[in-house]
């Protein structure tokens, strides 16, 4: 692949992938939206903590309605905003704190199993 | 003035299916609303280029951000710009390229300092006679075969090669001329037989030109399909009565699906017959007005594979109908993350300029391959060049035949296509000699038709050696002195107009893979020499949510509005951190650095704005 369109195999391939991605911030989100829009099989969300003022102005998947965020994780907002960019991509939530990378190695080996693809 | 299309929604992400057809700038402004319901945005659905957006309507803005996909409305814009003292945020993107500049009257370099690539252009006897390169066969598929079997008769067409015989020129009958019941399986047979067959036997007998080149070979039809009869009536029986004419594909009725695949021969010769029959069955009002349109499906695979037809016949690879489609589209397919990451650029620059903060503005450049580890490579911008005749008013020079070239081609070569005006005034001296506008009376509408056709030394005011015209476009609030020389002898293949405009800097021909500032797809008015490529970005360029779209003149897309956004004073408490917000969209990754006053060797010839 390079630069061109996919290919019905590159298809095929994408919607049959599953990504795991912990850490909703900046760089992460944008490349969440990019790979939703894009056609993945399924995304994995992993970010429990909840909004903050830095997340409001950087994050643009969260809906700034304080009523609306008030009381859920990033991973939770973030998943129901991805779902409606393309409703055919199974997002979903896993509960857990965003991994740091020394930190979580052996954790990563038992989660990644599940997932073509991690993300951090 | 665009709307939603398909093909938008896998990175336009404002966009939705159920927004299919809709306004750009009304969707993008609601969709906006519902994540930042505070702020001031007013859509237009509208052409840039329109007489509403004048001056003054320029003049309520503190800055103005491109998001054009054609280099004419960014030229337009850049003017408008300049005549309301309002400084502009320019952009672009290509591929994995893309750029976002900085321009301020007086302070910096205008839109049109530096020269823009113009897009590439063929000389005329490479395109019909002697085709080295796929994309030859593309241009001479599409600008000469197409155009006239489908599009305007009273267009001059170089598609018949030249031939030594004097009395085969002055023929009356047009070969091309689809006979009255003349059965459509034999009209497409015998096309195929003159193009691909006697045309090139005729261009074979010209023993100069093969002498370094290999030789075509002729084709005809007998050799490619020795079975097909001349009356097929059974394949119409196999379409129902209410087919769509817009979703007609000769490769749906030859079931072949992929349009990846590289056909042979006799495939790419059965498509070319099978097209051909279904827009004399199916669409036959079009034929006579029809432009080429990449996203006609069936004029696309006509163009395939009468190009690939040609290349087989000169000895080049063929191609996918998909690659073909690119090539004659000149589609150059979108990266979403470029996007993005000018976008967050753009906002960057925005925010200096509604700061006032000018030692900051920069000129960035997105690299396809990091350099020394950095992908964005950002410069000061430049002080404005003394001798751009848009910014600094110098005279430019005109070298042309006052004998020959008449009032028309000067117009429509040089001040529309090379000088981007729009709705032109030329003037003699305080001699009016033409005019564009909605207001003009009727004898004087009768004059400039008259002086329209006049050659140049015959026009009422004479324009000879030694004259100076000034061209003006009021719109643009831009005025121009032309000197004129005149000169007896052009280059047919250098200087395919007859003219030589100088003073005004131009690049030479942009090529595929060059690493020049890209993403200014152009659009020139096709002249009847020399063939140019017209180059449009197959996915438009995302630029939200301030995004000002246009479309090219002489495009064939409706005229509707355009979208303007206004971030006016944020009015609410929760929004009071976006106007001081100073946080770089891209997040604090170690990926990319931006280092500044850091130029490229051969930029840092010109000198720096301190």
Not at chain 2, 8 to 28: E, Y
Not at chain 2, 66 to 92: I, Y
Not at chain 2, 495 to 516: I, R, T, V, Y
Request: charged share 25%.
């Amino acid at each position: 692949m390079n630069g061109e369109e996919l290919t019905e195999q590159e298809t095929a391939l994408l919607s049959k992938s599953h990504i795991l991605v912990s850490g909703m911030k900046g760089a992460v989100v944008e490349f969440c939206k990019n790979i939703v829009l894009a056609g993945i099989g399924s995304l994995t969300l992993m970010d429990d903590r909840m909004v903050t003022q830095e997340a409001l102005s950087a994050d643009f998947l969260i809906p700034p309605d304080e009523n609306t965020f008030s009381g859920r994780s990033l991973a939770q907002l973030c998943c129901d905003s991805l779902t409606d960019f393309n409703p055919m991509v199974r997002v979903s939530v896993e509960q857990g704190e965003p991994l740091l990378l020394i930190f979580s190695i052996i954790r990563l080996n038992i989660i990644a199993l599940s997932f073509d693809l991690a993300f951090f | 003035m665009d709307t939603i299309e398909v093909s938008n929604l896998n990175r336009q992400f404002l966009f939705r299916q159920s927004h299919v057809g809709q306004s750009k700038a009304k969707v993008a402004r609601d969709a906006v609303l519902r994540f930042r319901p505070h702020i001031n945005i007013k859509p237009y659905h509208a052409n840039v280029k329109d007489p509403e957006f004048n001056v003054d309507f320029f003049k309520q803005f503190n800055v103005v951000l491109n998001g054009l996909d054609n280099l004419d409305a960014r030229r337009h814009v850049n003017r408008l710009c300049l005549a309301a003292d309002v400084p502009l945020v320019e952009s672009g993107t290509t591929g994995f390229l893309g750029q976002v500049t900085v321009h301020v009257k007086g302070k910096t370099e205008c839109y049109e300092c530096q020269p823009k690539p113009t897009p590439k252009t063929y000389p005329v006897c490479t395109i019909t006679s002697t085709p080295s390169k796929f994309v030859h066969c593309i241009v001479w598929a599409k600008d000469l075969l197409f155009a006239k079997l489908f599009g305007d008769k009273n267009q001059g067409n170089d598609l018949n090669v030249h031939s030594s015989n004097a009395a085969s020129s002055s023929e009356h009958v047009d070969v091309f001329e689809h006979r009255v019941d003349e059965d459509i399986e034999q009209y497409g047979q015998r096309i195929f037989d003159h193009v691909f067959g006697y045309n090139i036997e005729v261009a074979l007998a010209n023993e100069e030109a093969w002498k370094t080149r290999n030789k075509p070979k002729p084709i005809y039809c007998r050799d490619v399909l020795p079975d097909r009869l001349v009356s097929q009536n059974g394949s119409f029986d196999k379409f129902c009565a209410t087919d769509e004419p817009s979703s007609v594909s000769a490769m749906t009725s030859l079931g072949l699906k992929n349009p990846q695949d590289v056909w042979s021969l006799m495939e790419n010769t059965k498509i070319f017959l099978e097209a051909l029959k279904l827009f004399f069955g199916k669409r036959e009002k079009e034929i006579g007005n029809m432009i080429f349109d990449k996203d006609d499906q069936l004029a696309v695979e006509f163009v395939s594979a009468a190009a690939n037809i040609r290349a087989a016949s000169f000895g080049i690879l063929m191609h996918s109908l998909f690659e073909a489609k690119g090539i004659a589209g000149n589609i150059v397919h979108a990266v979403a993350t470029t996007n993005a990451i000018i976008a967050g650029l753009i906002v960057i620059e925005a925010i200096k300029v509604l700061q006032s903060d000018t030692k900051s503005y920069r000129m960035t450049y997105c690299l396809e391959h990091p350099s020394r580890k950095m992908l964005l490579m950002p410069v000061e911008p430049f002080e404005p060049n003394q001798s751009c005749y848009v910014c600094s008013e110098t005279p430019l020079s005109l070298e042309i035949n006052t004998y020959r070239s008449k009032l028309r081609d000067f117009v429509e070569k040089i001040v529309k296509a090379k000088l981007g005006m729009n709705m032109p005034l030329i003037m003699h001296g305080s001699a009016l000699l033409y005019e564009v506008g909605d207001d003009l009376e009727e004898d004087m509408v009768a004059n400039y038709a008259a002086n329209f056709d006049k050659v140049l030394s015959e026009l009422p005011s004479p324009v000879t050696s030694g004259t100076m015209l000034t061209v003006e476009d009021l719109q643009q609030e831009l005025s121009c002195n032309i000197n004129i020389k005149h000169r007896e002898e052009f280059d047919e293949e250098k200087e395919p107009d007859g003219m030589l405009l100088s003073g005004w800097a131009q690049a030479p021909p942009m090529e595929k893979d060059n690493n020049m500032p890209v993403g200014n797809g152009e659009s020139t008015p096709s002249t009847s020499q020399a063939v140019p490529l017209k180059p449009e970005e197959d996915d438009d360029i995302e630029i939200v949510p301030t995004e000002i779209k246009t479309i090219p003149a002489g495009t064939k897309r409706k005229i509707s509005e355009l979208s303007s956004t206004a971030i006016s004073e944020p009015s609410s408490a929760t929004d009071g951190t976006r106007s001081t917000k100073k946080e770089e969209e891209i997040d604090g990754d170690d990926d990319v650095v931006v280092m500044l006053d850091d130029g490229n060797s051969d930029i840092s010839k010109k000198k720096r704005l301190h």
